[in-house]
C-alpha cells in the first residue's frame, strides 16, 4: 500500500509569489496534518483536519497560509505572497483516526529567492 | 502549553554499542502519548515507538525501548545493538490525549552509528 504522497519534492520560487503544495494522504485515513521544519524553528504543527469537522488552524503563522482538504482526501497547503522565512520543509502526515499513529510523507524543501 | 525537551544535539556510538537518548517534557495533562520518530537524510519521519501514559509497563520494539518516568516528565529511548541504518535525527514527541491532535516535537538528536 502507499504511503503518505507530497509533492512537489522540492520547490524553488521567487519571494513574492505564491505557492501549492501538495499531499495525498494513505487511503482511508480521516485524519491529516500539516508540519512545517526549519532550522530556526525545529518541527512545528500548522493545520489538522479530521473528517468533516472544521479544522484546527492554531498553528498557522500568518494569513498568508491557508489549507484545504477536499472530499476528505488530497490536502493542498498555500502559501501567499511568499517571504524568505517560509523557507523550510513542510511535512504531511495522515492517520487512520484521532489518537492513532501519524505517518509521514517525505516532505517537500521549499526554497524562497 | 507542552514543551518537549532533548539536551543532546548530537551523540556518536560504535556499531554494536547500546545508546540512550535523553528526552523530558512539561504538561499538566494526565493522560497524553510520548512518541520517538526517526528522521533518516531522505527526511521521512519514521515512527520508532509508542507509550501511552497511562501505561505503567515501558514500550518495546525490537532493539528500541523506552525509560517512562512519569513522576520526572522523563521519556529516553535506548538503541540495544545499534546498526549503521540506525544514522539519522531522532525526535521525541508528545500529543495530547484530549484537544488538538497535534505531535509537539523536541529539538531533536542527531545520532551517528559508526563502523
Known amino acids: 500500500g502507499a504511503g503518505v504522497s507530497q509533492s512537489p519534492s522540492n520547490k524553488v520560487t521567487e519571494k513574492g509569489k505564491d505557492v501549492e503544495l501538495r499531499c495525498d494522504p494513505i487511503?482511508?485515513?480521516?485524519?491529516l496534518y500539516w508540519y512545517r521544519q526549519s532550522l530556526g524553528q525545529g518541527l512545528e504543527f500548522l493545520i489538522y483536519?479530521?473528517?468533516?469537522?472544521?479544522?484546527?488552524k492554531s498553528g498557522l503563522p500568518s494569513d498568508r497560509f491557508s489549507a484545504e482538504r477536499t472530499g476528505g482526501s488530497v490536502s493542498t497547503l498555500t502559501i501567499q505572497r511568499t517571504q524568505q522565512e517560509d523557507s523550510a520543509v513542510y511535512l504531511c502526515?495522515?492517520?487512520?483516526?484521532?489518537?492513532?499513529?501519524?505517518?509521514f510523507g517525505d516532505g517537500t524543501r521549499l526554497s524562497i529567492l | 502549553a507542552q514543551t518537549v525537551t532533548q539536551s543532546q544535539p548530537e551523540m556518536s556510538v560504535q556499531e554494536a554499542e547500546t545508546v540512550t537518548l535523553s528526552c523530558t517534557y512539561d504538561?499538566?495533562?494526565?493522560?497524553?502519548?510520548l512518541f520517538w520518530y526517526k528522521q533518516p537524510p531522505s527526511r521521512q519521519m519514521i515512527l520508532v515507538i509508542r507509550?501511552?501514559?497511562?501505561?505503567?509497563q515501558n514500550a518495546t520494539e525490537n532493539r528500541f525501548s523506552v525509560n517512562f518516568q512519569k513522576a520526572a516528565k522523563s521519556f529516553s529511548l535506548k538503541i540495544s545493538d545499534s546498526q549503521l541504518g540506525d544514522t539519522a535525527m531522532y525526535f521525541c514527541a508528545f500529543m495530547k490525549f484530549q484537544g488538538a491532535q497535534k505531535l509537539v516535537f523536541g529539538q531533536g538528536t542527531r545520532l551517528t552509528i559508526n563502523p
Open positions: 504538561t499538566s495533562e494526565s493522560n497524553y502519548y
Open positions: 483536519f479530521q473528517g468533516n469537522s472544521a479544522p484546527d
Open positions: 507509550q501511552e501514559a497511562y501505561k505503567q
Open positions: 502526515a495522515s492517520s487512520l483516526e484521532r489518537l492513532y499513529p501519524q505517518h
Open positions: 487511503s482511508g485515513h480521516t485524519a
